[in-house]
């Protein structure tokens, strides 16, 4: 089945600074890729997601990339501000339409 | 809309015993699907549905027993409870027949269950 890690699993950056979480995959039959944010308490809510027919998709301060030959996609924050401080979880979608779910990788914002 | 209502928030459970964590949607979505999360960690889809009436396995389904008879509706049974239940579960709906299709899965608030 699909093997998906994520990293870093934890990552400390300045507020205004950007920040960037890679995803890699193992299904090469993968073509959808979210990324989904948690914050503390809360339930997991979409943030951004690419097919596999794009190479990056923005939304404001978030973008996503994808490299199907590499088998990884990334998540990219700019410009941080306090309210990113979450829980990042990629989820590829595997040959079998289940979202396989990363560990998560915890963002710190510093002031 | 309501979106994904779970029930209950929280539930305590002995050893042993059944509950049943309840999950409706009001957006007539036809995937619905139960995950855990355990902490520090990611979600494991639990079972799922792609429909009234069809259900289906995850990663992680001993233990736990799944119907849906609505398309609102997709109760979680747990049989017999045990510790290693101790755990956070979501409940997920999705418009697509598949599993996010491309699109988003809606998260319901989620039950934290401990098990003694």
């Known amino acids: 089945g699909e093997n998906v890690e994520q990293h870093p699993s934890t990552l400390s950056v300045q507020e205004g600074d950007s920040a960037v979480i890679k995803c890699t995959y193992s299904d090469s039959a993968s073509n959808y890729f979210p990324w989904y944010k948690q914050e503390l308490g809360k339930r997991p809510q979409l943030i951004i997601d690419i097919r596999s027919n794009v190479g990056e998709k923005k939304d404001q301060r978030i973008a996503v990339t994808l490299n199907k030959t590499a088998k990884h996609f990334s998540l990219h924050i700019t410009e941080t501000q306090p309210e990113d401080s979450a829980v990042y979880f990629c989820a590829p979608r595997d040959s079998n339409y289940q979202l396989i779910w990363g560990a998560g990788t915890k963002l710190i914002i510093k002031p | 809309n309501a979106g994904v209502t779970q029930t209950p928030k929280f539930q305590v459970l002995k050893t042993g015993q059944s509950m049943t964590l309840q999950c409706a949607q009001d957006?007539?979505?036809?995937?619905m699907s139960w995950y855990r999360q355990d902490p520090g960690m990611g979600l494991r889809l639990i079972h799922y549905?792609?429909?009234?009436?069809?259900?289906d396995q995850g990663e992680v389904p001993n233990g736990y027993n799944v119907s849906r008879s609505t398309t609102e509706d997709f109760p979680l049974r747990l049989l017999s409870a045990a510790p290693s239940q101790t755990s956070v579960y979501f409940c997920?709906?999705?418009?697509?027949?598949?599993?996010?299709?491309?699109?988003?899965?809606?998260f319901g608030p989620g039950t934290r269950l401990t098990v003694l």
């Open positions: 957006m007539n979505h036809e995937y």
């Open positions: 997920a709906s999705s418009p697509a027949r598949t599993s996010g299709g491309d699109n988003e899965q809606f």
């Open positions: 549905s792609v429909g009234a009436g069809i259900t």
